[in-house]
């Protein structure tokens, strides 16, 4: 009669052995299993972070950041587009990568072949004034480029920090073997290695987050506050917190201050910074490219307006993940309140107000890609890992049961 015939399998069998019994045992252990899923979740935000050292997505949004950067020292079109180049070349881009950002499709070429209407393409940029601050602050030590990708490694370690700590404080050290791999597909290595003001955003989000998780109202406010700065269309969180606030009966006045403070300074910013308003800024975006943004005032059309946000939504769920993972995390959201995990707190609250923050991104801008809505997705897949705290170890008494299977 073979072992299997005799009701025993081969696992069963290789439990029942000493050494094999006291490795599966120590493996299955919480202490060691809660040390593997720290070290693998910090793994993944160094690995990460080394990754994006050595091969960063130069992009064209990175030229026009840097652009931006030095328009105040060189406001002359000619010069000012020469002088990006220079710094764009002395990065030592992959010729690849140099070549797509300069050649790659008709409107990088035309940006490239063309200072003036390069130069016109910055009003979308310099409104994240916080975030070009920062690059010029930096760019005495690193110059531009090297400024920029250093503005995504550090908020990237800041993200793992964070979370890592929640985790730790909260016992549940365990859910980052699943909060990892829920990041990732949430789009953060791609956000990790794009040059871009997104990850900075994230980094001071979740920290807000984290800070009204802890009733800590002015701080978060604060951290609020400076993230219109980074990416004015924040303040649509910034609203998802203060209508949050008033249906779950928060104190009122932290949020609300802190919204209108940050419509204040989103006003001011366009208004200082020439941007071209949201009409225009849309019809670039979500229905036809421009080569040239000055003068641009398209009268409003109904059928571009629709053919944006359709546009906005096919290529959202055909080629992003954020509608599924938020499809996800709202069921799983429904399964730990029925299950009585949702604390009393401030979890329900905080899922709601990240829910209608991700819904509500879209509907004022329909953009598609996961980037833009990483702040809301990524909250709430650390927010779900912090109030589930899943567990992967096995107590004695399931050895037990195993070992006489």
Known sequence: MSMTEAGHSPVAWALRTGAAAGVARTLGQRRFLDRMAGLAFIGMFLLIAAYTVVRPDYNWDMVAYVATALEDETPDATSLHAETWREIEAANPPSARLYEIQQGNPYN??????????????????????????MQALAPLTGLVDAAIFLNILPLLAIGAVAFLWLREEDAMQAALLLGPALLVADLFHMATAITPDMLLAAVSLLAIYMLARGRDLAAG???????????????????????????????????????????????????????GWWAHFYFSCVEIQNSMAGFHPDFSLAAFVQGYVRGAVIAVADNDWPAVLALLVCGWALLNRAGRMPAGRGNALMFAMVIGTLGKFASFPLPDDRFYFVTIGGMAVLMAVYWRPRFDMAAGDWQVARRT
């Open 222 to 276: 604060v951290l609020l506050f400076a993230s219109v700065f980074i990416r004015p269309d924040n303040v649509v969180f910034v609203f998802a917190l203060l209508i949050t606030g008033v249906l779950f009966g928060w104190r009122l006045m932290p949020m609300l201050l802190t919204f209108v403070a940050s419509m204040a300074a989103c006003v001011l910013i366009q208004k200082l910074n020439g941007h071209p």
């Open 109 to 134: 070429l035309h940006q490239w072949q063309n200072p003036e209407d390069f130069q016109s393409q910055l009003s979308m940029y310099r409104v994240k004034v916080g975030y070009i601050w920062l």
